[in-house]
């Protein structure tokens, strides 16, 4: 799913929107200490337990369900975001969950973003429940919001962004299959003024494996950037991708630099290869400098052993609090 060349044309502005002062960080008291990976993956076991969550199932229904109750037991409001779009199996409905925290808080702008794809893969050879493909970065991503509802400032100024359709119907991510719902939420950023977008964000995936080796991805597919280049000898505008990939080489240094002081360092890294997946969409076509937590060595991937038992407490952990001191003590003090 991740890694065959993605062919992306984008017409947007790069997003450098600004929302409200700098929110101080407060070293004696950070959020990322609060982060359980036990209470990470009891959402996690939740979402499995469901079984099988395709884009257009009763799975991925009943998923949506369980994150609109759980996000609003928290103080977040949820809004449907639900598109169709062409797939190799025909015409599919597709449904992202945005999440702000609180209902005010969609009358202002929020200064960064924090996303998972929720959806599994489709097989119909086996019964594939992803834990870790589409869980363990979900689960935690619920886990992050409780801990964000603890600190109202700092949960005002973040959007929650759960993508549906990441998964490609056919064997691998394609121009035309995959990243459905990243590349739809990407376009609606068209709708908003630029100084409105986001400034930053941060892209979870497959973050639970036991043996936890996190390589951010941080590099922009070459095709994606000749396209680019040929949109704008077309006249069309577009993202100024140099300026994105030099914001991305900073976070990147700020992630590793997080990763040191919470004497992490030894599980986080970053990829010396791009990596297809939804922050190739906010990156390139919305123009929102996007960084990519993921552990892709991970041999259950898209197999039937891809199974709770293959999770850890601890890599939750290890991973959430990672990208919340990332979030809260390099990002929003910006």
């Not at 609180?102 to 893969?121: F, N, P, Q």
């Not at 394609?174 to 908003?192: E, N, P, V």
């Not at 100084?195 to 951010?216: F, H, Q, S």
Request: with cysteine; proline share 5%; net charge negative.
């Amino acid at each position: 799913m991740k890694r065959l060349a993605l062919f992306l044309t984008a017409t947007l502005f790069l997003a450098s929107g600004c929302a409200g002062p700098a929110l101080p960080f407060n070293e004696a008291d950070p959020l990322d200490a609060r982060v359980s990976g036990e209470k990470a993956l009891a959402h996690v076991a939740a979402l499995v337990a469901i079984g099988p969550r395709p884009a257009g199932s009763e799975g991925i229904e009943a998923s949506r369900q369980y994150l609109e109750k759980e996000l609003a037991a928290l103080g977040w409001t949820v809004r449907r975001e639900t598109f169709t779009a062409k797939t190799p199996r025909g015409q599919v409905e597709f449904t992202n969950l945005r999440a702000r925290f609180g209902e005010a808080a969609w009358g202002g702008k929020v200064a960064g973003l924090i996303c998972s794809h929720y959806d599994t893969k489709l097989y119909e050879g086996f019964e594939f429940v992803g834990a870790n493909d589409g869980g363990s970065s979900t689960g935690l991503l619920v886990e992050l919001a409780r801990v964000l509802a603890e600190r109202p400032e700092a949960a005002r100024r973040i959007e929650l962004v759960f993508f549906d359709g990441e998964e490609a119907f056919g064997t691998n991510i394609t121009s035309g299959d995959g990243l459905y719902g990243s590349k739809h939420y990407a376009a609606q950023w068209l709708l908003k003024p630029q100084k409105e977008r986001p400034r930053w964000g941060v892209l979870l995936d497959m973050v639970g494996d036991a043996d936890l080796n996190i390589r951010a991805a941080v590099r922009i597919p070459r095709q994606a950037i000749r396209d680019l280049a040929q949109a704008k000898e077309k006249g069309g505008y577009v993202v100024d991708i140099v300026a994105v990939e030099e914001r991305l080489q900073g976070i990147s240094r700020q992630l590793l630099d997080v990763a040191t002081e919470l004497d992490l360092r030894r599980h986080v890294g970053t990829s010396p290869d791009y990596i297809i997946d939804d922050h190739i969409p906010l990156n390139v076509v919305a123009g929102i400098p996007t960084i990519n937590l993921i552990d892709f060595d991970y041999a259950p991937w898209h197999t039937p052993a891809d199974t709770l038992d293959k999770l850890s407490t601890d890599s939750l952990a290890i991973a959430g609090r990672v990208a919340l001191r990332l979030v809260e003590g390099r990002l929003l003090p910006e």
